[in-house]
């Protein structure tokens, strides 16, 4: 029982001993240093890099605090904070005070991820929605002709597409179009062609649209040899170091409206990656002082 009361009392009397310390003081700047030149006295290598990385934190959120505007904030400058979070502490106090923060920090901002990860998601649904409505509208002939343009005889680019969407086209509808180099993949121009159906003459399910499309100046000069050897109608764009990427990128269907290429869709996949990978880094943090770096 002696033994008992006596390992009781030794316990008691570190624990008293780490927690009473010396203490920093806010009460001004040269009080403020003249606290944290003795209480570094007592502190080892490690310990004093921990107050330090402390100082920093309880400053970052004094910081926060003043650019969100708290109660806490007004009339006070940052340092006059930082100094009310110091004041009277220990240095287990400071790192508690640090490490209370990191963790209370770093839940808000899980939060916060998983809010824009919720609204990003619903947006992209919307988006990817849209896509599908536009797929429909689909290609399903390309070739190259030739066509008087003025006095010359030069290559057209045939297009057909298809109204698979359910539902009438019509009003504006427009239609891009890429052509690369099909050995270096060097876009040779892009284009983008359209116009408005009347409500009378719209584009019926399972009906055709057709386009007959100019050849650039630049894609015609690029393939200037192979031109020579021709055989039209060119139904293997290859055989001209051709390749063209068409798709719908507005169209108009009576009941649904007007549906365009949600050009948004590519970043937000990204976002919600970038989101997802700093989430799922951010649920691993304790909350430590030993996850914080100190920078210059």
Known sequence: MKNIFLALLILTGTVLFTGCGPTLSGKDDDSFNASKAKMEEKLNATEKTDLEKALRVLHAKAMISKFKGTVEAKDKSIDDMLMGYIDGKTFSGVVAAAEDFLKQDNQDKIIQAKAEIDSLGKERVKLMAQTKVLSQFKLIKMELSKDKFFEDSIPYLDLTFINNTGDEVIGEHMIRYDVLSKSTGKVLAGVGSGGTFNEDGGL?????????????????????????????????????????????????????????????LEGINKKIQELNIDLKERESRKGKLEEFELTN
């Open 204 to 264: 019926k399910p399972n009906e055709t649209y057709e386009m007959h499309e100019v050849l650039s100046t630049d894609v015609r000069e690029h393939s200037a040899k192979l031109w020579k050897s021709a055989v039209y109608p060119v139904k293997d764009l290859s055989t001209v170091d051709l390749e063209v990427k068409a798709y719908p990128i507005v169209i108009t269907t009576k009941k649904g409206g007007k549906v365009e290429l949600p050009r948004a």
